[in-house]
């Protein structure tokens, strides 16, 4: 089963630069997310959707856009990169949107790096 | 707003000790409660969990959690650590409201030396 997967692994940018990262998981999730993790401060909720269509901002939104046209793909966008994006990116999922039904399940992250 | 604290950054422990992490919240309703774990190279991935019920909670690999809802705490406990326990472990809360209110703590790094 492949889960989440996230590509890149690993990008380097120049400051102004803009990227996607990919996020597809294959379990017909309804809920994606992006968490940025950052040492001494775990991870943090960038954006989230709770279905195909519907997005909505988490605790660090600025400086990303989101869409999730399919139920599969969940890109997260950075328009104009800065050097505090620098950052391990975790897209994850669950097949429900509420804490009480389920775990979420996370891909293997994307370390970015903006110079 | 919730939060909650891994007062452990960094923890050292020697094959077959005794291990308990500490994880603290505030928030004073219902919460739902979470360990997860990352190991190297590797992807986070879901240690135990607690919703309700029986407080002691058993998760996979030979990891405990006791909620203590007095004491705001949910500490993971293994009585004999691995090698293969060298990972990073988050403590997460939430509410019933939904993962988007998902709060992670800092987490702590544990090196089980051989």
């Known amino acids: 089963n492949a889960g ?5 692994k690993f990008q380097v940018l120049k400051t102004g630069q803009s990227m996607t990262l990919q996020c597809a998981q294959d379990m017909n999730h309804e809920y994606m997310s992006w968490y940025r993790q950052d040492p001494g401060m775990g991870l943090r909720l960038i954006h989230y959707s709770v279905g195909a269509g519907i997005t909505d901002q988490g ?3 600025n400086g990303y856009n989101v869409s999730r046209s399919t139920t599969e793909d969940f890109p997260l966008r950075l328009l104009s990169a800065a ?4 950052s391990v990116y975790f897209c994850a999922s669950s097949y429900s949107r509420t804490g009480a039904a389920g775990e ?6 994307s370390r970015l790096t903006v110079l | 707003a ?3 604290s891994q007062h452990n950054h960094h923890v050292i422990l020697s094959e077959a000790a005794s291990l308990e992490l500490g994880c603290n919240y505030s928030y ?5 409660l979470f360990w997860y774990v990352q190991y190297p190279g590797q992807h986070l991935q879901l240690l135990l969990k607690y919703f309700s019920g029986d407080p002691l909670v058993k998760g996979i690999k030979g990891f405990e959690a006791e909620f203590i809802k007095s004491k705001f705490s949910f ?3 293994k009585p004999s650590v691995q090698w293969s326990d060298t990972a990073e472990y988050f ?3 939430n509410t019933n409201t939904g993962f988007q209110k998902l709060v992670f703590g800092t987490g702590t790094r544990l090196l089980v030396s051989p």
Do not use: W
Not at chain 1, 4 to 8: F, G, I, L, R, Y
Not at chain 2, 28 to 32: D, F, R, Y
């Open chain 1, 59 to 61: 605790e660090v939104p």
């Open chain 1, 83 to 86: 050097p505090s994006q620098t």
């Open chain 2, 91 to 93: 403590c997460a809360v």
């Open chain 1, 104 to 109: 979420l399940f996370f891909g293997e992250g």
């Open chain 2, 75 to 77: 500490n993971l406990r």
């Open chain 2, 2 to 4: 919730q939060s909650v």
């Open chain 1, 4 to 8: 989440v997967t996230q590509t890149p």
């Open chain 2, 28 to 32: 004073g309703g219902t919460v739902n």
